[in-house]
């Protein structure tokens, strides 16, 4: 699985979007990009994937630009309850059989 | 449907004990995994499984042993606690859109 690189810590008014990056310059034609979000001490929680193209569900909205080296979570309206870790996964689908492993991740604090 | 299920929540164990950590899912789901997490680190993966009766090493599998007789259950088994497995321990399961965690299991080792 491609390697992924993701600032330690990200502040942002709540209210406001948040936008999270995270640079997987190595990915392979076929990995998708996967975000989970762990909010403190709790279970990881899946947030959105996406291959290609712009991504958008209920909890975010994942942008992947065009050579696919680089993308950016983004939460439209952070709360203060989307304090949390933030992790960014490249692989082959989630099925694919191959290990689901976890980096460092981005600590992004909502404040007031 | 109740997702991924861990048990215990808490335990402490003393040096030398056993103890052996359950997970259950109801999604059918063919992959699941054991990580661990220590206070202000990342995930580390343990043991995943592909499927009943395949079970393979993740990064940190020294004194751990894992089974996978259903596609429901996977339990993780502790030998001989030691210290150093203090920690907390998730328990996922996947399919093509994400993965599935449970709430953990808080193990304290003394």
């Known amino acids: 699985d491609a390697k992924t690189t993701q600032p330690p810590s990200m502040d942002c008014a709540e209210g406001r979007a948040a936008n999270l990056p995270c640079n997987h310059s190595t990915i392979s034609g076929n990995e998708y990009v996967y975000w989970y979000r762990q909010i403190h001490s709790q279970g990881p929680q899946y947030i959105i994937h996406g291959l290609k193209n712009n991504e958008t569900n209920e909890m975010a909205s994942l942008i992947i630009t065009e050579d696919r080296k680089s993308s950016t979570l983004i939460l439209p309206h952070a709360t203060l309850r989307d304090t949390a870790v933030y992790y960014c996964i490249v692989r082959v689908e989630e099925t694919s059989g191959s290990r689901l492993t976890f980096g460092e991740g981005t600590q992004l604090t909502v404040n007031p | 449907n109740a997702g991924v299920t861990q048990t215990p929540k808490f335990r402490i164990l003393k040096i030398g004990q056993s103890m052996t950590l359950q997970c259950t899912q109801d999604?059918?789901?063919?992959?699941m995994y054991w990580y661990r997490q220590d206070p202000g680190m990342g995930l580390k993966l343990i043991y995943y499984s592909v499927g009943a009766g395949i079970t393979d090493k993740g990064e940190v599998p020294n004194g751990y042993n894992v089974s996978r007789s259903t596609t429901e259950d996977f339990p993780l088994r502790l030998e001989l606690a030691a210290p150093s497995q203090t920690s907390v321990y998730f328990c996922a399961s996947t399919e093509t859109s994400g993965a599935f965690f449970g709430q953990g299991t808080r193990l304290t080792v003394v």
């Open positions: 999604m059918n789901h063919n992959y």
